[in-house]
């Protein structure tokens, strides 16, 4: 929050580093390289376990506002759910078999 003031309140440019090391992106692409490392991002997260990332996604958003015991409550039964899943067994099999998974969001 005090960052996010200063911006806000001081109209405040950041340096590239200063940026990152704020924590306000993961790191620097290269312009040329910027398209193919967009579209790898893009392509590995399409073909993950998309129900364990919406859970993920849940999760996290419910941490900013959850008491640490709540917030246990939830992973568990959100880790439980996503154990029953087809991608869970799929990724399972996959890492037996030292293979790619093929995850099919269900």
């Not at 398209?35 to 958003?61: H, T």
Request: net charge neutral; charged share 25%.
């Amino acid at each position: 929050m005090q960052r996010a003031f200063e911006l806000t309140y001081l109209n405040r440019m950041l340096t590239a580093k200063e940026a990152f090391a704020w924590g306000l992106f993961n790191g620097v692409i290269a312009a040329d390289k910027f398209a193919d490392e967009v579209f790898g991002v893009a392509r590995q997260i399409a073909d993950g376990p998309k129900l364990a990332y919406a859970r993920s996604k849940k999760l996290c958003n419910l941490s900013l506002s959850q008491t640490l015991e709540s917030q246990m409550e939830f992973e568990a039964r959100e880790i439980s759910d996503n154990g029953k899943t087809d991608d869970f067994r799929e990724g399972a099999l996959a890492f037996v078999k030292k293979r790619t998974p093929t995850f099919h969001g269900s």
